[in-house]
């Protein structure tokens, strides 16, 4: 058993690390896509049960939680640095339904869109729309998905 599930004392025999690492490193890279369990399991090779167990044992958090929290902190970058439109965020958020992403956003942080980009505008020189890039890492480690560039 490695030490990092040992310290975790939550399961008996823990998913291999490099493989929870590459879901992670996965999502990462690919949170605007359509994402789905099955997907998942399907291009890792593993069952959706033992992928979900995954999430909720080794990361404390389900797969749509996961996802839409790094959609969220995406769309956040985008409405206090750019001037898109709040359907062109949602797009480029990875939510292809405006209802649905202003259902979420304001589940998660107490407002609409509109309204933290009111609140929360930062005063920085505007960075281009397209083409925002994230910086990734590849190590389970030190993997930060929303490491903006």
Known sequence: MSSHCCRLGILKI?????LTCKIIAYIGNNFREEITLPLLAKKFGVGKYTLSRIFSNVLGISLPSYLNSLRIEYAIYLLQRTDMDIINVAIESGYHNQQTFNRIFK?????TPREYRQAHKKA??????AGIKLARQESCGDYNPLGYI
Do not use: A, R, S
């Open 14 to 18: 823990p998913p291999p690390l490099d």
């Open 107 to 111: 589940n998660v942080k107490g407002c």
């Open 124 to 129: 920085v020189p505007k960075q281009p729309t």
